[in-house]
């Protein structure tokens, strides 16, 4: 089992930065990718981030340019760094990780942003 614990999220102005963190905790010897998923109200959950162990990344569309990824394989961390934010990154931002070693992944328990005048 993996656990993950998140923090970082808050309110923060349009145009400012937050930092999320997750940490993972229980069989992180064999993690591969980590990610964050974020989830609007009223809207389904969708892919933000994700970065392999070997450090390569992908970004949605929306967030390219803005956010960055990152992660210390030694912490068992992945971290998102946000800047530029909009109104419409407000969700509630969830840790995922998966194992090389099983199927499926495991979630965060999901940390709240919001992002407002």
């Known amino acids: 089992q993996v656990q993950l614990l998140e923090s970082g999220g808050g309110l923060v102005q349009p145009g400012g930065s937050l930092r999320l963190s997750c940490v993972a905790s229980?069989?992180?010897?064999?993690?591969?990718?980590m990610g964050w998923y974020r989830q609007a109200p009223g809207k389904s959950r969708e892919l933000a981030a994700r970065?392999?162990?070997?450090?390569?990344?992908n970004y949605a569309d929306s967030v390219k340019g803005r956010f960055t990824i990152s992660r210390d394989n030694a912490k068992s961390a992945v971290y998102l760094q946000m800047n530029s934010l909009k109104p419409e990154d407000t969700a509630v931002y969830y840790c995922?990780?998966?194992?090389?070693?099983?199927?499926?992944?495991?979630w965060g328990q999901g940390t709240q942003v919001t992002v407002s005048s």
């Open positions: 970065i392999t162990k070997g450090g390569s990344t």
């Open positions: 229980g069989s992180v010897f064999d993690i591969n990718v």
């Open positions: 995922y990780v998966d194992r090389r070693t099983t199927p499926g992944g495991y």
